[in-house]
């Protein structure tokens, strides 16, 4: 099992609609968790940390489920801009070298 | 502006040759990294560096090496003795802490014939 899976996608959605997706982590003791955002052809960039209360920015929501060992994004009132791949970030020990991507989920908003 | 500079963005190598990736931050931050896309792949630590004058090696370090002789800068060397080195290499930084929040530079696409 990888230590990170997100469903590859792609997902395509109607502009203004809710999508969400999951990213699970396979180590209990994973400590940290982000949502990264990347474009094509270019670098991945910090959309938000994952907290355990959950956390929310804007039309964005991000929650973390512990016992299930699995992260969401949800994206509401979705735009055109939103288009892009969306890696799950994992923290799964204490070291920088612990930190794991997962291999993404692309979305495609329709106009 | 504070950020991280990655040059140059394009490079094409012949077979055989070394090349060296440059990566420069002027977030004071303390770790820096580098990483390697594949298509359709995650990203893949090749070496990591929390403090100057160290670093250490990540899950794909063969034929590649690194230095940091300065908080700002950890260049990144491509050996010819990296059988794959066509890839898109990506550099980033983080303040260290136990959050490890990263910040990306724009990354170079290395290809080798």
């Known amino acids: 099992r990888k230590e990170v899976e997100q469903d590859p996608g792609p997902f395509n959605v109607p502009e203004g609609a809710t999508v969400a997706f999951n990213c699970t982590y396979s180590?209990?003791?994973?400590?940290?968790f982000f949502w990264y955002r990347q474009d094509c052809r270019k670098e991945p960039k910090l959309l938000m940390s994952?907290?355990?209360s959950g956390n929310e920015d804007g039309r964005f929501t991000a929650q973390l489920n512990r016992a299930s060992q699995y992260i969401s994004l949800l994206i509401r009132d979705s735009k055109l801009s939103d288009s892009a791949t969306y890696l799950c970030?994992?923290?799964?020990?204490?070291?920088?070298?612990?930190?794991?991507f997962g291999s993404g989920t692309r979305l495609s908003i329709r106009p | 502006d504070g950020g991280i500079t990655q040059s140059p963005k394009y490079l094409f190598r012949k077979e055989g040759q070394n090349v060296t990736l440059s990566c420069e931050q002027n977030?004071?931050?303390?770790?820096m990294y580098w990483y390697r896309q594949d298509p359709g792949q995650g990203l893949r630590l090749i070496y990591y560096?929390?403090?100057?004058?160290?670093?250490q090696k990540g899950d794909i370090a063969e034929g590649y090496s690194v230095s940091r002789e300065k908080k700002e800068s950890f260049p990144l060397t491509v050996t010819s003795a990296q059988k794959n080195p066509t890839a898109f290499y990506l550099c980033?930084?983080?303040?260290?802490?136990?959050?490890?929040?990263?910040?990306f530079g724009p990354g170079t696409r290395l290809t080798v014939t």
């Open positions: 980033a930084s983080s303040t260290g802490t136990e959050l490890y929040e990263q910040y």
């Open positions: 180590n209990s003791a994973s400590q940290s």
């Open positions: 994952v907290y355990s």
């Open positions: 970030v994992v923290n799964v020990g204490s070291s920088a070298s612990k930190i794991i």
């Open positions: 977030l004071n931050h303390d770790a």
């Open positions: 560096s929390q403090i100057v004058n160290d670093f």
